[in-house]
């Protein structure tokens, strides 16, 4: 290419871009404003579009002069029609970045309403619906987006989460059962599989989704590092979580530090390391306040140490930000703890007897329900509701601790010799000794 064509070359593509940066800014200038709708708006661009094209077929003389004088212009021109955005979208966003999530859903609902296939608003609006705890908005923004835009991978991710939320595991199963990911972010239905499956404490299951990903990120890790846990392979999860964290290159945000730290501080507390834990925990609180886990956890390792005060501050601000049913049958769950090593028996048996009958086969719950039975002396119902746990996860070691405890109190031997078993192989060592 010699000197006269390279400059014909470069005369094309500032014009180009100045051209296009015009038929932009006219686009958006007239349909972000509500000026005139999509089609209108479209085709005044086109016609400014072709008016400049034929002034410069029509002006074309000395090219060089141009090329001189027109490149900074025509740049500026072109990224100022790409950088133009709709006000409302935009406040939006900036509504949804500084956590006013209710004033950001408002707009983005009118946004939606003009633009109807724009998926980004939906999914912005989704998770701000899901923030909020409003799932049932949140599941019929992504239903709504799913009929405009059938097999959306990442507006299916958004369902799966709000099913999650929901606690409806099987809905979400059913809904996946035949999904095939395209590309490594919707390889996330497995996860959310493997998680629906987990509490549903199908654990093996919940394995062999997550043995499906092909790339499976620090989320994916951690899942299966609790399971491990929750099928008794405590020694392997323990041993798997300190090789991850060696290799743990992920940049996270903020808000996934706390949850990474939250979870580090779930396996500190298997490995009886209670102060460590604490310390995480609270790491995990700077970083995110609003993080319910964060606090909960904490307050069980200061009922173990005996911090009882401490740990009801956490458990009154885990309250507060909590936002869901699951999320507030565990803070209660702990609370029951917390009311029998403080002394007020009755008040967590009440406690748990209340959940019992609103989230019957919980197996958590169960548990507890059944610790509290014992300690009152109700055996034949403490009975009843740790076999209960038992049958619906049979890797519940605190379950089977606590009935083979109850057998030694109703001198049982036999049935104290088969739950030991467990336990014993299991090397499980009891949060609370009996």
């Not at 979580?241 to 945000?253: E, P, R, T, V």
């Not at 803070?331 to 917390?338: E, F, N, P, Q, V």
Request: with cysteine.
């Amino acid at each position: 290419m010699n000197l006269d064509q390279t400059v014909i070359f470069l005369y094309l593509v500032n014009l180009s871009l100045f051209i296009a940066g015009i038929g932009l800014i006219t686009y958006k200038g007239l349909y972000f404003r509500g000026l005139v709708q999509r089609e209108i708006a479209v085709k005044i661009a086109c016609a400014i579009v072709t008016l400049f094209i034929v002034l410069a077929i029509v002006f074309f003389s000395d090219v060089s002069i141009f090329v001189q004088r027109a490149t900074f212009v025509s740049m500026l021109v072109f990224i100022g029609g790409i950088t133009i955005n709709d006000p409302i979208i935009q406040k939006a966003h900036n509504y949804f970045r500084d956590k006013k999530y209710q004033e950001a859903t408002t707009l983005y609902e009118k946004a939606i309403q003009r633009f109807s296939k724009k998926t980004e608003l939906y999914l912005y609006c989704g998770h701000a619906y899901l923030i909020l705890g409003q799932t049932d908005a949140a599941l019929d923004i992504a239903d709504r987006c799913l009929k405009l835009i059938p097999d959306d991978d990442q507006v299916l991710n958004l369902k799966m989460q709000v099913l999650l939320k929901m606690e409806r595991y099987q809905d979400l199963l059913d809904m996946s059962a035949t999904m095939r990911p395209k590309h490594p972010e919707a390889e996330y239905v497995y996860l959310y599989r493997a998680e629906a499956l987990q509490r549903l404490y199908q654990y093996e299951l919940a394995l062999d989704e997550l043995d499906k990903m092909k790339s499976p990120d620090l989320n994916a890790r951690m899942e299966r590092i609790q399971l491990e846990i929750k099928l008794n392979r405590t020694d392997k999860a323990i041993s798997d979580f300190h090789a991850m964290m060696q290799n743990q290159n992920d940049k996270c945000s903020k808000e996934q530090m706390a949850h990474l730290l939250t979870f580090s501080s779930y396996v500190r507390m298997k490995e009886r390391k209670y102060e460590v834990a604490i310390q995480e925990q609270t790491n995990a609180i700077d970083l995110n306040t609003d993080y319910c886990y964060a606090f909960v956890d904490r307050a069980f390792c200061y009922i173990i140490t005996g911090k009882f005060e401490l740990a009801q501050n956490d458990l009154q601000m885990a309250e507060k930000i909590s936002t869901s049913d699951f999320e507030r049958a565990l803070i209660d769950t702990i609370k029951a703890l917390l009311l029998w090593k403080t002394g007020d028996l009755p008040a967590a048996l009440s406690l748990m007897e209340a959940w019992n009958a609103k989230r019957t086969d919980n197996v958590e719950i169960l548990t507890v329900l059944g610790l509290m039975q014992m300690q009152s002396d109700m055996y034949e119902a403490a009975c009843n509701s740790l076999s209960r746990a038992i049958e619906l996860d049979p890797h519940r070691a605190d379950a089977y601790y606590y009935r083979y405890k109850l057998f030694e109190k109703k001198q049982l031997n036999d049935l104290v010799q088969m739950d030991k078993q467990k336990v014993d192989k299991w090397k499980y060592h009891p949060y609370f000794e009996l």
